[in-house]
């Protein structure tokens, strides 16, 4: 089994001593023992520990869905204050930061730009810089691996789903994407990372032997996060990314969906490592909630060849052409931004969505975006630790 930064904290050459301490965390924030960091922060260095910083869905990962806020609380277990960094605001601010010298951050990370707990680290840095403070991030692994895949976020479709420009699945750790965007956007915290023991970028979660615990309401599984960077791109849509159900990201479709038509359109392309199975399903919540949605269960037979981005790309480039009249994009708001299209902050490039609904064939929109990304891949060799 691998042993997180949180396990590792006490062994490196972090100093705390005498440091008043802050947590970013949420419920998924654990040891391999399944107790909170919150609770291991605490036995070690005890009244150091002065507040808690939580991510969106709130610091039990209650909330739903995007744009549900939290407030402010107490941690019933502590008694410290929790403060929301996804409510009135969400870059931490001069009151929240005078209760400390150092920042924790341990965080469960999807290994997805749009996963918004990344923009949450960065405002952390950010701050961090402006009121003089040190950021430690106590690594954990990327769920998905080391592997790489998407094109490069465009800047003018930079969001709290996108600040940088980074591809869809960008295979680094947490505390590797630190390291990146304080260096490479020139934020210049005061920044150290305790790296794990035993991981290496070729490990899937279920690799790790640690366990999981759901970092979102909807990331029920490391095979959710396996399919998510492709699967995310159906919240810009009207068709059910399969909330509501058991298998959310897992399941996608909507009642005007016909599996043939969409099986036949979807031999244009291969689809490497995965099996799309038809089936129908009734969201309890969400989009299409109680009606019945024409669809299918994305099965991963092969991580280390599945493509997740391309094969979602593809299955929208299908219903976006087999059904102009019916299928429609998600209008703003999203993630606090209330005039420009979901869809385009979610793909972070508008060509590659008009690409899409011109039929351009999959493999040349591929194309486009490969010189970009093979640049992010040779500038992110200097940040990776493993």
Same mark, same amino acid.
């Given at each position: 089994?691998?042993?997180?930064?949180?396990?590792?904290?006490?062994?490196?050459?972090?100093?705390?001593?005498?440091?008043?301490?802050?947590?970013?965390?949420?419920?998924?924030?654990?040891?391999?023992?399944?107790?909170?960091?919150?609770?291991?922060?605490?036995?070690?260095?005890?009244?150091?520990?002065?507040?808690?910083?939580?991510?969106?869905?709130?610091?039990?990962?209650?909330?739903?869905?995007?744009?549900?806020?939290?407030?402010?609380?107490?941690?019933?277990?502590?008694?410290?204050?929790?403060?929301?960094?996804?409510?009135?605001?969400?870059?931490?601010?001069?009151?929240?930061?005078?209760?400390?010298?150092?920042?924790?951050?341990?965080?469960?990370?999807?290994?997805?730009?749009?996963?918004?707990?990344?923009?949450?680290?960065?405002?952390?840095?950010?701050?961090?810089?402006?009121?003089?403070?040190?950021?430690?991030?106590?690594?954990?692994?990327?769920?998905?691996?080391?592997?790489?895949?998407?094109?490069?976020?465009?800047?003018?479709?930079?969001?709290?789903?996108?600040?940088?420009?980074?591809?869809?699945?960008?295979?680094?750790?947490?505390?590797?994407?630190?390291?990146?965007?304080?260096?490479?956007?020139?934020?210049?915290?005061?920044?150290?990372?305790?790296?794990?023991?035993?991981?290496?970028?070729?490990?899937?979660?279920?690799?790790?032997?640690? /366990?999981? $615990?759901?970092?979102?309401?909807?990331?029920?599984? &490391? *095979? #959710?996060? %396996?399919? @998510?960077?492709?699967?995310?791109?159906?919240?810009?849509?009207?068709?059910?990314?399969?909330?509501?159900?058991?298998?959310?990201?897992?399941?996608?479709?909507?009642?005007?969906?016909?599996?043939?038509?969409?099986?036949?359109?979807?031999?244009?392309?291969?689809?490497?490592?995965?099996?799309?199975?038809?089936?129908?399903?009734?969201?309890?919540?969400?989009?299409?909630?109680?009606? /019945?949605? $024409?669809?299918?269960?994305?099965?991963?037979?092969? &991580? *280390? #060849?599945? %493509?997740? @981005?391309?094969?979602?790309?593809?299955?929208?480039?299908?219903?976006?052409?087999?059904?102009?009249?019916?299928?429609?994009?998600?209008?703003?708001?999203?993630?606090?931004?209330?005039?420009?299209?979901?869809?385009?902050?979610?793909?972070?490039?508008?060509?590659?969505?008009?690409?899409?609904?011109?039929?351009?064939?999959?493999?040349?929109?591929?194309?486009?975006?490969?010189?970009?990304?093979?640049?992010?891949?040779?500038?992110?060799?200097?940040?990776?630790?493993?």
């Amino acid at each position: 089994m691998i042993s997180i930064g949180l396990e590792q904290l006490a062994d490196s050459d972090v100093s705390l001593q005498g440091k008043r301490l802050g947590l970013l965390c949420n419920q998924a924030s654990t040891d391999a023992s399944l107790r909170h960091s919150r609770d291991v922060i605490l036995d070690a260095y005890g009244e150091q520990l002065t507040c808690i910083f939580s991510p969106q869905h709130g610091f039990f990962a209650e909330k739903q869905d995007n744009m549900i806020e939290s407030g402010h609380s107490i941690d019933p277990v502590s008694g410290l204050p929790v403060f929301s960094l996804y409510g009135e605001k969400r870059k931490p601010d001069a009151s929240m930061f005078e209760h400390i010298d150092v920042l924790l951050i341990d965080i469960v990370d999807v290994g997805t730009r749009v996963y918004t707990f990344l923009y949450t680290m960065a405002y952390c840095m950010e701050a961090a810089v402006e009121y003089g403070k040190q950021v430690v991030v106590l690594d954990r692994p990327n769920p998905i691996g080391g592997a790489v895949e998407g094109n490069i976020l465009q800047d003018d479709c930079t969001s709290f789903v996108g600040l940088y420009a980074i591809p869809m699945r960008h295979g680094m750790t947490f505390g590797e994407l630190a390291l990146y965007i304080n260096a490479e956007y020139k934020i210049g915290a005061n920044l150290q990372v305790v790296p794990m023991a035993g991981w290496s970028h070729t490990m899937l979660f279920r690799d790790t032997g640690f /366990p999981w $615990v759901s970092p979102s309401p909807n990331m029920p599984t &490391p *095979e #959710t996060a %396996l399919v @998510y960077p492709g699967q995310v791109i159906w919240e810009g849509t009207n068709a059910s990314e399969g909330r509501g159900t058991t298998l959310p990201f897992e399941f996608v479709g909507a009642p005007y969906w016909e599996h043939d038509a969409i099986l036949e359109y979807l031999t244009k392309t291969e689809l490497p490592g995965c099996f799309l199975r038809p089936l129908v399903f009734q969201p309890t919540s969400g989009k299409w909630a109680e009606e /019945p949605c $024409v669809g299918f269960q994305i099965h991963v037979t092969n &991580p *280390e #060849t599945f %493509l997740p @981005y391309r094969t979602s790309l593809a299955l929208l480039q299908a219903v976006m052409r087999l059904y102009p009249e019916q299928f429609s994009y998600k209008k703003p708001p999203y993630e606090y931004e209330y005039e420009r299209l979901p869809m385009d902050l979610i793909l972070g490039d508008t060509d590659l969505r008009k690409g899409l609904e011109q039929g351009t064939p999959l493999v040349e929109l591929e194309e486009k975006w490969q010189l970009a990304l093979g640049q992010f891949l040779e500038k992110r060799k200097e940040y990776l630790l493993y």
